[in-house]
Structure formats: C-alpha cells, structure tokens
C-alpha cells in the first residue's frame, strides 16, 4: 500500500532562517506531488506541483521554492523565512495522469516564524 | 475553469442529529468532486469522491454524498451525528481526466458537534 511521510510535525523559526520541509512517499512509482499552504483562517492554497522529478511548477510567486531529487521526494525551502511564512504545510500524492484519484495527503507540519 | 463554493462557513449539531454540508461547483468540463475531512493539526483525510459512476456516493463513517448536475451541487450528510465528526470538512473539484491533478479546494465548513 501506499504511504506518504511528511517531517517536522511542528517547527518554530526565527524570521531570516532557512527552511527545509520533507516529503516522501512509498508504494507508488511516478506519482503527481504537491505542496499545500493552510494559514490560519484561510483556505487550502496550492504553492508547488510536480509531475516528475526536476519538473516543478509555481502557482504563487513568493518567498519559497520546491524540489524533487528524486522521483518519491518532495522538498519544501526558503532562504530567509518571514512573518507571513507561518502556516500549516501539506504535502499530497496522487498517481500520475489522472486526478480521479483524489489527493492523499500527509500529516501536515505547523510552522511559525517568530 | 472551476471553482467550488461551500455555503456555510461553520454548522453546528447535535449528536444524533442529521448533518447537512453544502457545496456548489462550477466546472467547464466534467467534474471529479470530492470532500475531505481534517481534524484539528492533522492532515486532510478523503471522505469519498464521485467520478462519473453512481451520482449517490457512500463514504466512511457513514457520510455519503449526491452528485446533481442539474443543481451543480455536491451536498454532504450523515443521518446521526457523532461528537468525532467535530472537524473542518473541504468540498474539492476538478476537472475529470485532468492529469495535472490540479484541485480547486472550498474554503471549508466548520462542523461542530454538542452533546
């Protein structure tokens, strides 16, 4: 079965740190990945997708980028954190050309910048 | 293009209570319609998903869902209510066949659940 592993739960930066959020899944070749941002109050907002390794696309320009080394790891960064950067951070799978699947998602990681 | 309307921000039941979510979309193709669960720091969990086969779709933890395109509506309902259905749930929509996947999310419904 497939599964998705998304690490640190919980991590609390100082404004102007690097971040570095991970996100791997297993049992599934190829799949369509993704990086989520919650802030509190709001709705789900998509930042990054990947359809395969090295192919990365933005949905909203700003402070962070994504990566994908490999085909099953997906990588959330920032060079400099701000204020605004705080949130709930979701990563998702789903398989390759179809959405009829729906997203899996992993447990998510709290971020505050502080 | 999609979007995806839910008409209440929070609902409020009593256990035991029917639970009614509502949820309009708009689509230029065929919509995939879903709806997620998240509790409380947790990630999103899927409820069910209506694809194109049976418009009444069953779920987990007995929500179900009824698919009316006549209505563009996608409404979710529990017949009782149990005090762990207390969450955020998420109406989704995109576009069938859609291999980039790219989901349009509700703004979600706050569900709480009194004794």
């Known amino acids: 079965s497939q599964t998705i592993h998304q690490w640190p739960a919980t991590l609390v930066q100082p404004v102007g740190s690097p971040l570095s959020l991970e996100c791997t899944v297993e049992?599934?070749?190829?799949?369509?990945l993704y990086w989520y941002r919650q802030a509190a109050g709001r709705g789900l907002q998509l930042l990054f997708y990947?359809?395969?390794?090295?192919?990365i696309s933005s949905e909203v320009p700003q402070n962070l980028s994504a990566s994908r080394p490999q085909d099953r790891q997906f990588i959330l960064s920032s060079k400099k954190l701000l204020l605004s950067d705080s949130g709930f951070y979701l990563c998702a799978w789903a398989p390759t050309g179809t959405a009829n699947y729906g997203y899996t998602f992993g447990s998510g990681t709290r971020l505050t910048v502080v | 293009a999609q979007s995806v309307t839910q008409l209440d921000s929070h609902v409020s039941v009593s256990e035991g209570t029917p639970v009614l979510l509502r949820c309009n979309y708009s689509?230029?193709?065929?919509?995939?319609l879903f709806w997620y669960v998240q509790h409380p720091n947790k990630g999103l969990q899927l409820l069910l998903k209506y694809t194109s086969a049976a418009t009444l779709v069953k779920g987990i933890n007995g929500f179900e869902a009824e698919f009316k395109k006549s209505e563009t509506s996608f409404h979710l309902t529990k017949p009782s209510a149990h005090m762990s259905d207390a969450a955020e749930y998420f109406c989704?929509?995109?576009?069938?066949?859609?291999?980039?996947?790219?989901?349009?999310f509700g703004a979600g419904t706050q569900v709480v659940v009194t004794p």
């Open positions: 689509s230029s193709y065929s919509p995939s």
């Open positions: 989704v929509v995109t576009t069938r066949g859609d291999s980039w996947g790219k989901f349009q």
């Open positions: 990947s359809v395969g390794i090295g192919q």
């Open positions: 049992g599934t070749s190829n799949p369509n």
